[in-house]
């Protein structure tokens, strides 16, 4: 309970506070804080199985910032980041992070993966199975959860994620 807490207070830091100062922090370490406390805030089938957790970004990492969450600790698992340009190496994430200007070549991609455990967060709402949307509004980065998408597979969000979102689809 007091993790969960520690979690929605840092969370909420981010998304409202920090956000309203983005000239201070870069975009991109700000997605990949997003990223990291989406995976922190979900939870999936079989977790004690592996030993690492994959991050995986469609053709283009976050630079820097992605570099920054190798070796954090996801549900007591090491983070690993990976930049993936071959569709079949995607079943092995679990996070799959798709830029804006990547979304046009990834929606076969995005489709394939659906049914499987593996959160897909993007940058395009046009896309009906990403599970969780960023979105830069108004100088602000917001989110958007579809729990619809989120019902193919085993994936579920805690009731803390839900709360800041945007918007949630159900």
């Known amino acids: 309970m ?3 807490f520690i979690l929605l207070c840092t969370f909420s830091l981010l998304s409202l506070n920090v956000l309203k100062a983005t000239d201070a922090l870069p975009e991109y ?8 406390n989406f995976a922190l805030l979900t939870n999936w089938p079989n977790e004690a199985n592996e030993d690492e957790f994959r991050i995986c970004f469609y053709k283009q990492d976050l630079g820097i910032a992605s570099d920054q969450l190798n070796d954090k600790k996801i549900h007591n698992r090491n983070v ?3 930049t993936i340009k071959n569709d079949k190496e995607f079943k092995e994430c679990n996070m799959v992070y798709v830029r804006e200007e990547e979304v ?4 076969e991609l995005i489709a394939t993966l659906k049914e499987l455990p593996i959160l897909i967060v ?4 046009k896309n009906l ?3 969780i949307t960023i ?3 108004e100088r602000r980065l917001a989110f958007d959860v579809s729990l619809d998408a989120m019902k193919e597979t085993k994936l579920s969000v805690s009731s803390h994620l839900l709360k800041l979102a945007r918007s949630i689809k159900q």
Do not use: F
């Open 129 to 131: 199975h990403e599970h």
């Open 122 to 125: 993007s940058e395009n709402l």
């Open 135 to 137: 979105l830069d509004q």
């Open 80 to 82: 690993k980041v990976y």
């Open 29 to 36: 370490t700000l997605k990949a804080a997003y990223l990291y």
């Open 2 to 4: 007091k993790r969960s």
């Open 104 to 107: 046009v070549g990834a929606s």
